[in-house]
């Protein structure tokens, strides 16, 4: 309600003298009224619009890429940085009338066929198709072995002869040059030491591998001279096939002095030696030669390949303390007869050749016996866990056993020697339980590896003087006979049998005194075996034609007999042969093929040799 005040002014005096000055109050109620329902409307309006939006939610309905920038390929890489400018784009469309495929191409008629080898059955080939078995090849029954030992001989005569293609275009080395021949060889050929790795170095040790007889192995000592600053202060191992003299097969190296070697008893591809700081180190020769360090001498590179395994690497409480005097590999299927096959390190002989252990012995008479490990996978890095297993290596040795030799070398008479030093090792072919150690005072002591009670345990000679004698070698029988051999440093040579404490045959005056270096049975006559002294001088012994000395003696004065190893195939389709390794003071190496009536077994000959031993009991 609005109440206004009005003011009327006064009328002219004259006109109305007598009227007073009147105020009052008006009120508009029409616009009163208005507001007031707008207002209401208002109220109205904002309370439904709170309602509506408690259940109305907005939502994107429409969304818009400002930037949108796809990966760009490599074509169209190419065309943004080169341009577009001369070029024209062009594709072929075969098939014309299906334009809408990217590409079309006449459809392909196949069929199924299928063949296999060797065939088993009839039929070796066949298909999708109905085939006519009359038509089908018919498969020849097949000899395996046969046809095995065929490529055997046939890939060593195709190996021959390339050697001796290589010998005849290159005058520079000829393994006949020099024609040494003994008076007890038909032939004779030359291995070839004049490479420039091998020059002044000298031979300390031969060793031939027990089944791949063609094998051998030589220890090179320090050269005298400089040379490679790679080499000059390592020694060198070389294994040879004595039918391919040019050059060594592999070529090893080793920093310490080697003092003995050994092969796996299987297939040769493993290779033991034991050094004068008392370690065992071993190469697997079937490692990629990548890993191994390569040198270029005279335009061609040789791979000088380390150790894969050294028991450098593990706790001194079970590795040697002196120098190692013999290694030897103990398995019960070394003389077992084989199955060849075509591949010279099949899965088969690859995986048995390694179930075996090899036996360390020093000079204080601690054998130790290791486990031959081959690991499944090699490790390039190396291992964290195998410190003396070098990197991409597979093969290692985990300690077995240590057997002490002092007590079993102690014997009435004896003790005022005082310390007995151990001079070799070998165990019985036919039971690798037992074993027999030479010494330094002339006795042989007999043991097991279990530590059983066996007789005797020692084994003497017939009349012992009072100078000690060295038992320089033994060897065993290679034809299953329990007997051995053993040479003395008085030059005296004994023949033992292993249930016998006294020798059945000795012979005091057969080297006139000089000390017996070396000395091995014949691998193809069981009554042959041969015999070096220290005047390089070497016997010919054979009990069937002579059993009171040598039948054949040959001293070569020439260059100084060193080292001597025998090897021999008595199972050769072509012919047995057999042979000898000699190594000069020089360095060179020749291999002396001996004549026929050394290596032909006369007949009955293993039971006239039996015969003849039980005559000595």
């Not at 392909?108 to 296999?116: A, D, F, H, L, S």
């Not at 089908?136 to 390339?162: E, G, H, M, N, Y």
């Not at 057969?510 to 070497?538: E, I, K, M, N, Y």
């Not at 020439?558 to 000069?584: H, I, N």
Request: hydrophobic share 40%; glycine share 6%.
């Amino acid at each position: 309600m609005v109440f206004e005040r009005v003011h009327v002014p006064p009328k002219d005096a004259n006109n109305s003298p007598s009227r007073a000055p009147v105020c009052g109050i008006f009120v508009d109620f029409a616009r009163a009224s208005h507001r007031q329902r707008s207002r209401t409307q208002a109220f109205k309006q904002k309370t439904r619009s709170t309602k509506l939006l408690r259940l109305i939610d907005l939502d994107f309905s429409y969304t818009l890429s400002i930037l949108d920038l796809p990966p760009v390929n490599e074509y169209d890489m190419y065309i943004r940085n080169f341009g577009k400018k001369n070029t024209k784009q062009a594709y072929v469309q075969y098939n014309e009338d299906n334009v809408e495929r990217d590409v079309q191409t006449e459809e392909i008629e196949t069929r199924e066929v299928w063949t296999q080898h060797p065939g088993e059955g009839t039929a070796v080939f066949g298909g999708s198709e109905s085939i006519d078995l009359s038509d089908a090849a018919v498969v020849p029954k097949v000899d395996t072995p046969r046809l095995s030992s065929f490529l055997r001989a046939a890939c060593q005569v195709i190996a021959v002869l390339l050697e001796e293609n290589r010998v005849a275009t290159e005058p520079s080395w000829n393994p006949r040059a020099q024609d040494n021949t003994l008076h007890f060889s038909d032939s004779s050929s030359q291995l070839n030491t004049s490479l420039p790795f091998l020059q002044n170095r000298k031979v300390t040790c031969l060793h031939a591998s027990q089944v791949q007889r063609q094998t051998v192995v030589s220890v090179h000592g320090l050269p005298g001279k400089a040379f490679a600053p790679m080499l000059d202060s390592r020694h060198v191992l070389c294994v040879w096939d004595i039918w391919q003299p040019s050059g060594p097969q592999k070529v090893l190296v080793c920093e310490s002095k080697v003092t003995c070697c050994c092969f796996s008893p299987l297939k040769a591809f493993l290779l033991f030696a034991g050094t004068m700081h008392g370690s065992v180190v071993v190469w697997d020769l079937r490692e990629d030669s990548r890993i191994h360090q390569y040198v270029k001498l005279s335009d061609c590179f040789w791979t000088f390949r380390t150790p894969t395994f050294s028991t450098d690497g593990i706790l001194t409480s079970v590795n040697h303390r002196s120098p190692l005097q013999a290694i030897e590999p103990v398995s019960t299927s070394v003389y077992r007869k084989q199955s060849f096959v075509l591949s010279p390190f099949s899965a088969q002989e690859e995986m048995s050749g390694l179930s075996f252990h090899i036996a360390s012995l020093d000079e204080s008479g601690v054998l130790n016996m290791w486990v031959v490990v081959e690991l499944p996978k090699a490790d390039i890095a190396g291992s964290m866990s195998d410190l003396g297993l070098i990197p991409g290596g597979r093969i290692k040795l985990v300690h077995s056993a240590v057997i002490q030799l002092s007590d079993s070398l102690s014997h009435k008479g004896y003790e005022f020697w005082g310390f007995t030093q151990t001079l070799n090792v070998k165990f019985l072919p036919s039971d690798p339980n037992h074993f027999i150690v030479g010494t330094d005072v002339g006795l042989i002591s007999h043991g097991t590896r279990q530590d059983l009670r066996v007789s005797p345990r020692l084994f003497k000679a017939h009349q012992h003087g009072m100078r000690p004698v060295k038992v320089n070698v033994i060897d065993f029988s290679p034809f299953g006979e329990p007997i051995f051999l053993a040479g003395c440093s008085d030059g005296s040579i004994r023949l033992y049998q292993l249930t016998s404490e006294c020798p059945l045959m000795q012979w005091n005056d057969s080297t006139h005194g000089r000390a017996v270096t070396s000395l091995q049975w014949s691998w193809t006559r069981p009554a042959v075996f041969l015999v070096q002294d220290d005047t390089s001088c070497v016997y010919i012994w054979d009990l069937l034609e002579s059993d009171l000395g040598p039948v054949a003696k040959q001293p070569i004065s020439s260059d100084r007999l060193v080292a001597m190893t025998v090897v021999g195939e008595p199972e050769k389709t072509s012919g047995s042969f057999l042979a000898l390794v000699l190594a000069k003071a020089s360095g060179s190496m020749d291999v002396q093929f001996l004549k026929k009536e050394w290596v032909t077994p006369v007949e009955d000959e293993q039971r006239k040799l039996r015969l003849l031993l039980q005559e000595a009991l």
